[in-house]
């Protein structure tokens, strides 16, 4: 079954808004992480946020992580028409390894 | 990412057959995952190494196998492939020595099952 669960499924915005993908998740997590995937690719890391951490800030991204209520999000600033792709949230949830859950993924789409 | 190689790139094969999906890696990771992926349903594990000799299966092994050859090579076969495992599967690797939770994917293989 699937850990992590993103919101909305698909986002359409222009350029230069912002868009913010929310991520739901089960059980506890040693860090989570959010993956980009543009049209029939392979994923790209683009950032990770352990349990203890609150926010994290990567560029035009900012993670937010809530272990309480077992939720991240993900806001990307002044979105580009290359932003235009699947956001994906992953979560480790083994404490011997690094296998990763990953949720279904939302898609953004940003029109010029 | 070109460190992450995966071939075929496309496979089409007839339901019966067995089939290897082929993944090396340059990066000198000492892990190595097998994921598929359908439409609406994200990736899911099917099995994953963290080293030659360890090998673990993941959420969805069933009808799956892998050999972990060496360090950089990790294959996974169907022994006899059916329809429903038509999908796009990825292989990725992570590094324990530097804490081992970013994964690296490799750019697919897109397999048909007719």
């Known amino acids: 079954s699937q850990q992590g669960e993103e919101d909305p499924q698909a986002l359409s915005i222009q350029e230069g808004e912002n868009a913010t993908m929310n991520c739901s998740y089960k059980?506890?997590?040693?860090?989570l992480q959010w993956y980009r995937q543009n049209s029939g690719r392979g994923l790209v890391h683009l950032i990770l946020?352990?349990?203890?951490?609150r926010e994290k800030h990567s560029g035009r991204l900012r993670v937010t992580l809530d272990t309480s209520k077992k939720s991240s999000s993900l806001l990307i600033t002044a979105s580009r028409a290359a932003d235009t792709a699947s956001y994906f949230c992953a979560t480790v949830v083994n404490q011997a390894g690094t296998a990763l859950i990953f949720g279904k993924g939302t898609t953004l789409s940003v029109s010029s | 990412d070109a460190d992450v190689t995966q071939t075929p790139r496309n496979r089409i094969t007839k339901t019966g057959k067995r089939i290897m999906l082929e993944c090396s890696q340059t990066k000198g990771h000492d892990r190595m995952y097998w994921y598929r992926q359908d439409p609406g349903l994200g990736l899911r594990l099917i099995y994953y190494?963290?080293?030659?000799?360890?090998?673990n299966k993941g959420e969805i092994s069933d009808g799956y196998s892998v050999s972990r050859q060496a360090q950089a090579k990790f294959s996974l076969s169907l022994e006899s492939a059916i329809p429903n495992q038509t999908a796009l599967y990825f292989c990725?690797?992570?590094?324990?020595?530097?804490?081992?939770?970013?994964?690296?994917f490799g750019p697919g293989t897109r397999l048909t099952v007719l």
């Open positions: 990725a690797t992570s590094d324990w020595t530097t804490g081992g939770d970013t994964q690296y």
């Open positions: 190494s963290f080293d030659v000799k360890d090998i």
């Open positions: 946020i352990r349990s203890n951490e």
């Open positions: 059980t506890s997590i040693n860090n």
